[in-house]
């Protein structure tokens, strides 16, 4: 998320940052210069964002163009979209050809995300491309009708849900721990990611 550095905090690692994104895509910096190899995981580099540029220094024009050359060195690039619809987002989305579709189960979150697809399929991102994930699921509060049932999720969306993720304490404490959920692997949340992990797959 080029408008909030987050990431690098919830994966523990943004003592090991010194370099952005920003400036690996405007070219000022070498990949190899701002990717952090996760000391758990040595297949997974991570790019921060940065804490002090403005989101407008980046163009979804460089973004495109560094993603690309990441291309010929990974099998995956998975890149975090800020909240909202400004630069940020259109930066995000340039290069992309698959979404995630994070949903949780409100109202507004259901109607932004509408937006949101419309959006993405215009830049280009085919709809069969689109998959969504609702997250922070509390059956009880579908229950007693003050949450969005996920069936009528999908309904209105019209997209394929390929996880549904229950509040868990477990992703609270990891984050708060600064380790990933998914090192704990005990947890139901933990699963589901590596579930979702292996549909990309």
């Known amino acids: ?25 405007a070219g000022k910096v070498k990949f190899a ?35 690309h050359e990441l291309m010929r060195d990974f099998d995956y690039i998975l890149i975090d979209a800020p909240a909202g619809i400004e630069n940020g987002f259109a930066c995000a989305i340039a290069p992309a050809t698959h979404a995630l579709l994070v949903v949780t189960p409100e109202h507004a979150s259901v109607r932004n995300a509408d937006r949101i697809a419309g959006l993405m399929e215009a830049n280009g991102i085919l709809p069969k491309n689109i998959s969504v994930i609702i997250n922070k699921i509390e059956s009880h509060l579908i229950a007693d009708s003050i949450a969005v049932d996920p069936d009528e999720i999908q309904k209105t969306l019209s997209l394929p849900v390929i996880a549904q993720i229950p509040f868990d304490y477990d992703v609270i404490a990891s984050n708060f721990k600064k380790r990933p959920v998914v090192l704990n692997g005990r947890s139901l949340a933990a699963k589901i990611f590596v579930n979702i992990a292996r549909t990309i797959d």
């Open 33 to 67: 210069s701002a990717a952090i190899q996760d000391p758990r995981v040595s297949s997974l580099f991570v790019i921060a964002a940065s804490q002090s540029l403005d989101k407008s220094q980046l163009s979804p024009k460089q973004m495109g163009l560094f993603c």
């Open 1 to 25: 998320d080029i408008g909030l550095k987050n990431l690098d905090v919830i994966m523990g690692l943004e003592e090991y940052f010194v370099y952005d994104i920003a400036a690996c895509a």
